[in-house]
Each structure stands twice: as C-alpha cells, then as structure tokens.
C-alpha cells in the first residue's frame, strides 16, 4: 500500500539554525499537505500544495512540491523555540500521513 | 479552541470497562475521523465518516466501535480495550472526505488503559 515517509525523524537545532523535513511518497500525489503539532497539542494545519514544483512561503517557512509531485519538503530559516513540535505532512489519499518529524529547538 | 470538541480529555479506564468518547463539531463539515497515536508513532487511521456514512475502518479491532449519528456528532465506544491501546485518540473533520482544505483536529482523549 501506499507510504509515506519523512526524514529525519528527529532533528535538534541551536537557535537561529536552519531546518528541513523531506516528506516522501511512494505513489504520486495530488496534493500535499503539512501540519505542526506542538508538544502536548494536536495537529494544526499549516499550507496545501497541488501544483507541480509549487513553492509557498510563510513568514519563515518555505514549503515546496516535487516537480514529480512525490515528494515535498518544508524549510524553516532561522529557527525559534516556537518552532518546535512535529511535523507531519499528509497527501490525503487514504488519508495515510507521514511518520513526521520532531524538532526540538535549544536555545 | 479548535472548532472541534472532544471528550473527555483524559481517561483512565480498566479492561473490563465500557467507556465512550466524543467528538462534536460546529463547523459544517460533512467527514469526521477517527485517529490514533501511539508514542512515537504516525497518526493512525481508525475510521472515516461522510455524511454520517461510515466509508472507512481500517482494519480496527471490534472492541472499538465507532457511531455517527449526525454530521456533528462521532463517538468512539470502547469496550475490553487492552493495555496496548492507551494512547491519543484524536477526532478529526474536513469539509469533504479526503478534503483539499485541511483536517481541523480536536484536542484528542489521552487513553490509560490500566
């Protein structure tokens, strides 16, 4: 069955250090989406993406689609100690999301 | 507050018990869901409703038995749970099932089967 994998699984980061979470299907996508879920909390939806080699931008965070639309990746420049929490991406087929990627932040 | 309410948000419960979570949403859309996350683990899919029909269970054990009884309202009966299913459940909805606009998820029911 269709997978989704994110690498790394773990990644801690000083303040101020740049992050990336890679989010890899086996099966194309027709879209992409990313959440954060902050330590204690639940998943909160972040962005979509549905086109081909799309990039979004928020604030800080860049959030990109392969142009083979099997892969995506979210960039986080400068990291915060808001930032931390997992992050999960989902192509909303079968409703299956990544197996996400916990960053912790040390200030 | 998320738009999407569950209950209660802790849980303690012993393996012959019968409980029951809820999950109520007011935000008008028409697929709800059922997750589980374990520690350290992905979010696991368990059920998947549209218009009060359920259109997924993911090869969920019986002891978990989900109702819909409207486009609101999901509940999570439990009974016999054993202690390998202490975990967060989560609820879920979207405007459409599989939705392009996102999963609003409730805050979830922190499960201790003891």
């Known amino acids: 069955g269709q997978q989704v994998m994110q690498i790394p699984q773990y990644q801690h980061v000083q303040e101020g250090e740049d992050f990336t979470t890679y989010c890899n299907s086996s099966?194309?996508?027709?879209?992409i989406q990313w959440y954060k879920q902050r330590p204690g909390g639940h998943p909160v939806f972040l962005i979509q993406?549905?086109?081909?080699?799309e990039v979004k931008k928020q604030k800080r965070l860049t959030f990109q689609f392969g142009e083979a639309k099997k892969n995506s990746s979210l960039h986080i420049t400068a990291t915060q100690t808001t930032d931390v929490g997992t992050y999960f991406c989902?192509?909303?087929?079968?409703?299956?999301f990544g197996t996400g990627t916990r960053l912790k932040v040390l200030a | 507050e998320t738009g999407v309410t569950q209950t209660p948000r802790h849980l303690v419960m012993g393996m012959t018990n019968k409980k029951s979570l809820k999950c109520e949403q007011h935000?008008?859309?028409?697929?709800m869901y059922w997750y589980k996350q374990s520690a350290k683990k992905p979010l696991e899919l368990m059920f998947v409703?549209?218009?009060?029909?359920?259109?997924e269970n993911n090869s969920v054990p019986s002891r978990f038995s989900p109702e819909c009884p409207n486009s609101s309202h999901l509940f999570l009966h439990l009974h016999t749970l054993q202690p390998e299913d202490s975990a967060l459940y989560l609820c879920?909805?979207?405007?459409?099932?599989?939705?392009?606009?996102?999963?609003?998820f409730g805050s979830g029911t922190r499960l201790t089967v003891v």
């Open positions: 879920a909805s979207s405007q459409e099932r599989g939705d392009s606009y996102g999963y609003t």
């Open positions: 099966t194309t996508l027709s879209n």
């Open positions: 993406l549905v086109k081909s080699g």
């Open positions: 989902t192509g909303t087929y079968k409703y299956i």
């Open positions: 935000l008008g859309h028409n697929a």
């Open positions: 409703y549209n218009f009060k029909e359920q259109t």
